[in-house]
């Protein structure tokens, strides 16, 4: 069973960065109160890209809280939960035991009906896509060589979109309630978004996945169409 650690939100702020005033909304911070998601996110969170983030199909971000432990050691430096831009800071799951089309719910400890809630208490997320690490992350983490060493440790996080709405809050459990049929993990789908290589049946495959972010399955249908003509 996964429990939300932290739940973290950022309004858009303005930095400075090599003489540019950068907007951004990356620096996330936890909230302690219960937060409400909608179908575009978290209340008292925001956006300035909303062409690489935010949206419907981009509302949730969440990121495994194991992988802290591993980017602490490796950069030798202290990383607050919500370092990475994510909402939800979760235990126990991981890039490849979630996939593509997933269906996550958030509720109370003990389940839907705990403290007398019911179903309706609860949030519902279809996960959608990995998350890309982008110039804003190397600018967060002043470091331009942390984009690759965060896409190449596989350790991304991935995006969900709002299928039922509510309020979360820190030490809520987070329950894979729907697994999508064609198994495609957030981990093969990232390679797959690399590899040159991949086969016909590879992308059709995850062309399968239910709730597949609209510019993913464009990535794949463009794969499949270069296979098409040799």
């Known amino acids: 069973m996964?429990?939300?650690?932290?739940?973290?939100?950022?309004?858009?702020?303005?930095?400075?960065?090599?003489?540019?005033?950068i907007r951004t909304g990356i620096f996330k911070k936890p909230v302690l109160m219960p937060t409400m998601i909608g179908e575009l996110g978290l209340a008292g969170d925001a956006q300035a890209d909303k062409r690489h983030h935010g949206g419907p199909?981009?509302?949730?971000?969440?990121?495994?809280a194991q992988h802290y432990t591993a980017f602490?050691?490796?950069l030798?430096?202290?990383?607050?939960?919500?370092?990475?831009?994510?909402?939800?800071?979760?235990?126990?799951?991981?890039?490849?035991?979630?996939?593509?089309?997933d269906e996550l719910e958030i509720g109370p400890a003990g389940g839907p009906g705990a403290g007398g809630a019911g179903d309706e208490a609860t949030v519902r997320v279809a996960v959608t896509s990995p998350r890309m690490p982008c110039s804003t992350l190397?600018?967060?983490m002043e470091s331009t060589q942390f984009v690759k060493q965060f896409l190449e440790s596989g350790r991304l996080g991935w995006y969900g979109r709002v299928i039922r709405t509510g309020v979360v809050r820190t030490g809520d459990q987070v329950r894979v309630v729907h697994r999508d049929p064609?198994?495609?993990?957030?981990?093969?789908?990232?390679?797959?978004r690399k590899n040159a290589?991949?086969?016909?049946?590879?992308?059709?495959?995850?062309?399968?996945?239910?709730?597949?972010h609209p510019e993913w399955r464009e990535m794949i249908?463009?794969?499949?169409?270069a296979l098409a003509r040799g």
Do not use: C, W
């Open 182 to 192: 064609a198994k495609v993990s957030i981990l093969s789908i990232a390679r797959l």
């Open 197 to 212: 290589k991949a086969s016909e049946s590879e992308l059709r495959n995850a062309a399968k996945a239910a709730s597949l």
């Open 76 to 101: 030798a430096k202290d990383l607050p939960y919500g370092t990475f831009g994510e909402n939800l800071t979760v235990t126990d799951l991981d890039e490849e035991s979630i996939h593509i089309g």
């Open 2 to 21: 996964s429990t939300i650690l932290s739940v973290n939100v950022s309004p858009i702020v303005t930095v400075e960065r090599d003489g540019r005033s």
């Open 221 to 225: 249908t463009t794969k499949l169409e």
């Open 57 to 64: 199909h981009m509302a949730v971000y969440f990121y495994p």
């Open 72 to 74: 602490r050691k490796e």
């Open 138 to 140: 190397a600018m967060a």
